[in-house]
């Protein structure tokens, strides 16, 4: 069994940061690719940010220059720091695991989802 943790969102003005985490725990062999998705209101979930194993790097055009992902591997966990937030920021953020469990199976995990409020 494998637990992804997320924590960090809350409300903020215009122009303000946030930092995301999301912790992984359980039977895990080894992670591959970690990434943080969001979800507004009405829309459907789209791909913020994704960084590989080996640290390569995918931004969505929307927050490139502004957010920044990271990770570290010895603590399992996905950071994204969030600067200059704007109010189309909005939304749920969900973290996703790609991993490898002890047993060698391979599964894709999502977080419970954190809120982030950008206001105007």
């Known amino acids: 069994q494998v637990q992804l943790v997320e924590s960090g969102g809350g409300l903020v003005q215009a122009g303000g940061s946030l930092r995301l985490s999301c912790a992984a725990s359980?039977?895990?062999?080894?992670?591959?690719?970690m990434g943080w998705y969001r979800q507004a209101p009405g829309k459907q979930r789209e791909l913020v940010a994704t960084?590989?194993?080996?640290?390569?790097?995918d931004y969505a055009d929307s927050v490139k220059g502004r957010f920044t992902i990271s990770r570290d591997n010895a603590k399992n966990t996905v950071y994204l720091q969030m600067n200059s937030l704007k109010p189309e920021d909005t939304a749920v953020y969900y973290c996703?695991?790609?991993?490898?469990?002890?047993?060698?199976?391979?599964?894709?995990?999502w977080g419970q989802g954190t809120q982030v409020t950008v206001s105007s």
């Open positions: 960084i590989t194993n080996g640290g390569s790097i």
């Open positions: 359980g039977s895990i062999f080894k992670i591959n690719d």
């Open positions: 996703n695991v790609d991993l490898v469990h002890v047993s060698r199976s391979r599964t894709n995990y």
